[in-house]
C-alpha cells in the first residue's frame, strides 16, 4: 500500500485533544462567546499538548464562517486553531475576501483548509523549531469555492491578478505571518498564514504574486553565451 503523505493528516485534529472527553468541559472563552453564532460556527475542544512544545488552550474546531447577511462560508475540511487564530480568519473571510471574491463575480461558498493543527517541526523538518501549526496558531489554504461553482487558487498564475494583490494584501494586513509562492520552496501551491508574537511586533509577509511569464523564463534555460570572435 502506497504510504499516505502528511498533508492528509494536518487538518485533522490531534488525538490527544479527545483523550479528555470524559473530563469536566472547561467554560468558554472570551473569545468563544464573542465569535460563537455571531462571525464562525465552532466546536469547542479541550486543551491538549503534545511531544515537545506542541499543544494549546483555548481551542476550537472552526467549521463556517457566518456572513452578515447570516449566509455561511463552510471550512473545508474544519480546521482545527486557537479561538484567536479563528476569529482573525473569521474577520478575513468576511470583510476582505469576501470583497476580493466580487471581483471575480461571485461570493465565497468555501474556504480551502490545507492544514492547521499539526504536531510538528518548521516545514517537516527534523529538529527544527516546532511551527505554529503546532500550537495551533495557523492555517495553511488553498484557495475559494465560490458560488458559482469555481475554485480560484490563490496561488493560480491565470487568475486575475488584482484579485491575488488583493488577497495578499489583506492576508499581510491581518496576520503576522504570510508565507506563499517565492517564500522558502514549500509553499508554492498554497498560502500559510499565522498570528506568530514576534519582539518588537514584527511582521513577515513573503508571497511573491507571479504571472504565467514568470514560469516560463524560470523553467526554460537561457541560450549559451555567444562565443567569442576570433582573434
Not at 488583493?166 to 499581510?172: D, F, G, L, M, Q
Request: aromatic residues 4%; hydrophobic residues 40%; proline residues 8%.
Amino acid at each position: 500500500m502506497a504510504p499516505v503523505p502528511m498533508e492528509a493528516f494536518a487538518a485533522e485534529p490531534d488525538p490527544r485533544a479527545t483523550e479528555t472527553a470524559n473530563v469536566e468541559p472547561e467554560q468558554p472563552s472570551a473569545c468563544q462567546l464573542r465569535i460563537a453564532g455571531r462571525i464562525a460556527v465552532i466546536a469547542p475542544l479541550p486543551s491538549f499538548g503534545g511531544p515537545g512544545d506542541c499543544g494549546a488552550s483555548d481551542v476550537v474546531r472552526l467549521e463556517a464562517i457566518i456572513q452578515p447577511d447570516k449566509s455561511r462560508v463552510a471550512v473545508n475540511p474544519p480546521a482545527t486553531m486557537r479561538c484567536t487564530m479563528a476569529e482573525a480568519v473569521a474577520v478575513w473571510v468576511r470583510e476582505d475576501l469576501t470583497a476580493s471574491a466580487a471581483q471575480l463575480g461571485a461570493a465565497p461558498q468555501a474556504l480551502d483548509n490545507y492544514a492547521s493543527y499539526d504536531c510538528r517541526g518548521r516545514n517537516r523538518v527534523a529538529g527544527a523549531r516546532i511551527s505554529q501549526h503546532g500550537l495551533a496558531n495557523a492555517v495553511d489554504v488553498r484557495g475559494l469555492r465560490l458560488s458559482d461553482g469555481r475554485f480560484v487558487s490563490f496561488t493560480d498564475r491565470r487568475l486575475a491578478r488584482a484579485f491575488r494583490e488583493a488577497v495578499r494584501k489583506s492576508a499581510c494586513d491581518r496576520f503576522t505571518t504570510v508565507l506563499g509562492p517565492g517564500s522558502d520552496g514549500h509553499h508554492e501551491d498554497h498560502i500559510h498564514i499565522d498570528l506568530a508574537e514576534r519582539r518588537g511586533g514584527y511582521r513577515l509577509c513573503q508571497w511573491n504574486v507571479l504571472d504565467p511569464a514568470d514560469e516560463v523564463s524560470r523553467d526554460v534555460p537561457l541560450p549559451r553565451p555567444r562565443p567569442k570572435a576570433a582573434t
